[in-house]
Nanobody, 119 residues
Framework: QVHLVESGGGLVQPGGSLRLSCAAS????????MGWYRQAPGKQRELVAA???????NYADSVKGRFTISRDNAKNTVYLQMNSLQPEDTAVYYC?????????????WGQGTQVTVSS
């Protein structure tokens, strides 16, 4: 069984910063791409940023230049540094991982962490 545990969400004023973390644990054979998605009320879940096991990254246009995704492969952890936060960044942020377990390829999701940007 695989667990993805997120931390770092909270309330921040516009222009502020937050850093999200997501640690993967359990019976993981291999950890491939990891990423962050978000879902605002009444909207579909969308990709925010993703990073491959080799460090290649891609970002949603709306966060380019403000958010940075990184990972520590030794700790099976992915991070999302969010700067210059705006009210439209308010959402539940979910960690995602493509991995291999004993049964074969799998996809894991975290439970979500709330990010609220408000004055």
């Amino acid at each position: 069984q695989v667990h993805l545990v997120e931390s770092g969400g909270g309330l921040v004023q516009p222009g502020g910063s937050l850093r999200l973390s997501c640690a993967a644990s359990g019976s993981i054979f291999s950890l491939y791409a990891m990423g962050w998605y978000r879902q605002a009320p009444g909207k579909q879940r969308e990709l925010v940023a993703a990073i491959t096991s080799g460090g290649g990254t891609n970002y949603a246009d709306s966060v380019k230049g403000r958010f940075t995704i990184s990972r520590d492969n030794a700790k099976n952890t992915v991070y999302l540094q969010m700067n210059s936060l705006q009210p439209e960044d308010t959402a539940v942020y979910y960690c995602n991982a493509a991995l291999r377990v004993a049964e074969g390829p799998s996809v894991g999701w975290g439970q979500g962490t709330q990010v609220t940007v408000s004055s």
